[in-house]
């Protein structure tokens, strides 16, 4: 259907084409991109190998044993292929206490990845427990890679032809430490890597991915606990006791989720030193693999720089976020209206958000947290069809048009929502929209199409004159 100029708003047909094919292109980079997870006994050198893949030092080395305990996930990309890759603790087959805690993170890795790569020792040569977890990746059904780590030079390589006792294929001879053979390692894993994940999005039916974040001893540990119904954290009146994010795959509601419970930040990274540097560089990571993100706030004290920092790196990251106010068993009456007004006051920004009060020590009101989540989620994950979004932005724009600028009022063309996860729209105009403008849309749009617990991005697309004449 054609519209005419005289509305003062939409124009013709083309428009919509144009629209449409931005649309299109935006999306196909909105898919979740496939995970490689990395796996292998303590001390193989499998942080290293992920640092040398991202090309950046963010997994925790040491060259004490165990110093990854659990798994974590970072953004990486090779010849311009995105993916996923996990770094885990490391796999023990008869380990007890806190290993055993390890090797089911590494477990659950294996489970959870497009495609594996086992880190063996070469110069160790394949022990009990490589052939018991090669033994395990050959029933998982995934690719499977094998690096002979540690073989610096040639003479190192006939270690590596040794492994193939392991019966995982051929061993790739790298040294994560100085990076030989380990670009060969990752042109053959992007070939076998799908180009779109089969186990991350949701819908491959995996677990919905909650990070719990907050400033240091806010509690994060204690209600995952409570959420798990026993000691999956590190608790302590100490503030930072978690260092690393510790992922648990949880009960809830009749549905599985998997939860990251986070190291608290510091007021600001420069202050943090050492493996506290990089736990709070993980904790972004954790944000950035999150697909709805808690954030923690003490309700007994007063709101913090910290509290709004946390808050702006979830929007920034574009995840869905519900406002968990922990301790309201210390709140008393007082705190309450004092509390009401710093929520009006410093929190206006998040006010799309759903807030739920509760005690992890108490276990008061933790049953209100998962529709909290479902309701954020599903928010995050709507999509408008494009003819009811055109629709809706042009009965608004009759009632309160754009404002003028430069001695022109801007039309809005076209608008299609390009993406969700978060709901993304672009809307394409003949002229510049202000930023109150744009805050005014989308509070029209939370108005009328719900979207709690998730942001909205609003981007102008202005359109080009077509020819210029002077």
Same mark, same amino acid.
């Given at each position: ?13 083309? +428009?919509? =084409?144009? /629209? *449409? @094919?931005? #649309?299109? %292109? ?7 991109? $496939? ?116 073989? +610096?030079? =040639?003479? /190192? *390589? @006939?270690? #590596?032809? %040794? ?7 051929? $061993?790739h001879p790298i040294s994560a430490m100085h990076g030989r053979g380990v670009a060969d390692l990752l042109d053959q894993v992007i070939a076998k890597l799908p180009e779109v994940s089969e186990v ?90 999150? =697909? ?6 003490? %309700? ?13 790196m979830v929007i920034e990251a574009g995840r869905a976020l519900v406002l968990v106010f922990n301790k309201w068993d210390l709140v008393d009456e007082d705190r309450r209206y004092v509390l009401g ?130």
């Amino acid at each position: 259907m054609s519209t005419t100029e005289s509305d003062g708003t939409w124009s013709d047909e083309s +428009d919509w =084409e144009i /629209g *449409e @094919a931005v #649309a299109e %292109a935006i999306e196909e980079v909105t898919s979740p991109p $496939p995970v490689l997870a990395v796996v292998g006994r303590p001390n193989v050198g499998k942080s290293t190998l992920v640092n040398r893949i991202l090309g950046r030092r963010e997994a925790v080395v040491q060259d004490v044993p165990g110093v990854t305990r659990d798994r974590v996930s970072y953004d990486a990309n090779w010849l311009g292929r995105r993916f996923i890759v996990q770094d885990t603790g490391g796999w023990e087959p008869d380990a007890k206490g806190l290993q055993q805690l390890v090797a089911d993170q590494a477990t659950v890795a294996m489970r959870s990845a497009d495609a594996i790569v086992l880190v063996v020792d070469a110069v160790v040569g394949a022990t009990s427990a490589d052939e018991a977890a090669a033994r395990l990746l050959r029933k998982s059904g995934k690719p499977v890679f094998l690096a002979a780590n540690k073989v +610096d030079t =040639e003479r /190192g *390589e @006939a270690d #590596a032809a %040794a492994l193939w006792s392991l019966g995982v294929g051929e $061993p790739h001879p790298i040294s994560a430490m100085h990076g030989r053979g380990v670009a060969d390692l990752l042109d053959q894993v992007i070939a076998k890597l799908p180009e779109v994940s089969e186990v991350a999005g949701v819908g491959g039916g995996g677990p919905r991915r909650v990070a719990l974040v907050g400033k240091p001893n806010v509690g994060k540990s204690s209600l995952l606990n409570r959420l798990a119904g026993d000691e999956r954290s590190v608790v302590h009146d100490v503030a930072g006791t978690t260092v690393d994010p510790v992922d648990s795959l949880i009960e809830l509601g009749g549905k599985t989720w998997r939860f990251v419970d986070t190291a608290g930040l510091r007021r600001k990274v420069g202050q943090a030193s050492g493996h506290e540097f990089y736990a709070s560089v993980r904790t972004h990571g954790a944000i950035d693999a999150a =697909e709805v993100v808690m954030v923690l706030i003490d %309700a007994s004290q007063p709101l913090t720089e910290q509290d709004q920092r946390v808050l702006s790196m979830v929007i920034e990251a574009g995840r869905a976020l519900v406002l968990v106010f922990n301790k309201w068993d210390l709140v008393d009456e007082d705190r309450r209206y004092v509390l009401g007004r710093e929520i009006d006051l410093e929190l206006a920004q998040v006010q799309w958000a759903p807030r739920v009060n509760i005690s992890a020590k108490t276990g008061r009101a933790v049953q209100k947290l998962v529709p909290a989540l479902e309701t954020a989620l599903t928010s995050w994950d709507t999509r408008i069809p494009t003819g009811r979004l055109n629709t809706f932005l042009k009965e608004v724009v009759a009632a309160t048009p754009p404002p003028v600028r430069g001695g022109k009022q801007p039309r809005i063309l076209f608008a299609t929502q390009a993406a969700s996860r978060p709901p993304t729209f672009v809307l394409f105009t003949t002229g510049f929209l202000e930023a109150g403008y744009r805050r005014f849309l989308e509070r029209r749009l939370r108005e009328t199409f719900g979207f709690e617990g998730s942001p909205i991005r609003i981007n102008v697309r202005v359109r080009e004159k077509r020819s210029a004449k002077r």
